[in-house]
């Protein structure tokens, strides 16, 4: 039997398989929205599928699922997202991800990322340290190629950081886990799934995660909206958790 990492990791694997495979089905039929729902929905059908043949006894919370308090009170709760980066995904882009996360009695236990497009699955249980020696040159922050929140652009200008714009939650965070970027910081429009399994396997990596706050960042909540988080390098959160705080504390700011 594998453990919980593998099978996360070979579920997000296989899910991604789907992916790729409806997208090149779709050809120039199906494009844009359309091709992103049809994305979606196959994806969540598979993961669902799997997760109720294998672990019928476990909850799930997923971005194209019912929710229901049944979660709220299970010992193991899969936290899925079958699709992260629609945009991208409908756009034939690479940067889009899918992710699995296994929550065990408060706490994230496992996760796996799945970026098809560079052929990559990030497993918690196998994921190797960050180094403790960083590349010479300016930091990079990982930003939404659409919509960053303000508050990156005091966290880039404190830091004097040069902005390396890409999608998904979970390719953003692969990118500070590989040493493409130094940190991921966002405020605003975020729910658990988007983050709960790139932050499992960042922790693994010995990265720091947190809210913009500082406090920790809370899975299972009967509330999904998790709207903010920073991943980043150990030796930087010291210096970015402060310049954030000067953010929000500025008058007439939002994030």
Request: proline letters at 5%; a negative charge; hydrophobic letters at 40%.
């Amino acid at each position: 039997m594998p453990s919980d990492s593998q099978y996360a990791a070979k579920l997000a694997r296989e899910a991604g398989a789907v992916l790729v495979d409806v997208r090149e089905r779709a050809t120039d039929r199906i494009t844009g929205r359309e091709l992103g729902k049809l994305g979606d929905r196959d994806a969540q059908a598979f993961i669902a599928t799997r997760l109720a043949t294998d672990c019928p006894s476990d909850a799930l919370l997923s971005e194209e699922g019912r929710d229901t308090v049944a979660r709220l009170s299970a010992d193991r709760v899969w936290i899925v997202d079958p699709l992260d980066g629609t945009r991208e995904y409908s756009e034939g882009r690479a940067d889009w991800a899918v992710h699995v996360a296994l929550w065990v009695e408060g706490d994230l236990a496992v996760g796996a990322v799945a970026i098809p497009g560079e052929d990559l699955v990030l497993d918690s249980g196998a994921v190797e340290l960050v180094s403790s020696e960083r590349s010479e040159g300016r930091l990079r922050l990982a930003v939404s190629r659409s919509r960053p929140p303000a508050v990156t652009e005091t966290v880039r200008a404190g830091l004097d950081a040069e902005l390396v714009p890409m999608g998904s939650a979970g390719v953003k965070i692969a990118a500070v886990i590989g040493g493409q970027a130094d940190a991921y910081v966002h405020a605003g429009g975020q729910y658990q799934w988007d983050s709960a399994a790139p932050v499992a396997v960042a922790r693994a990596a010995g990265l720091h995660t947190s809210r913009i706050d500082g406090s920790p960042i809370i899975y299972n909540e009967k509330d999904p909206y998790l709207p903010d988080l920073v991943v980043c390098r150990p030796e930087l959160a010291g210096r970015i958790l402060e310049l954030i705080a000067a953010h929000e504390e500025t008058p007439g700011e939002t994030s």
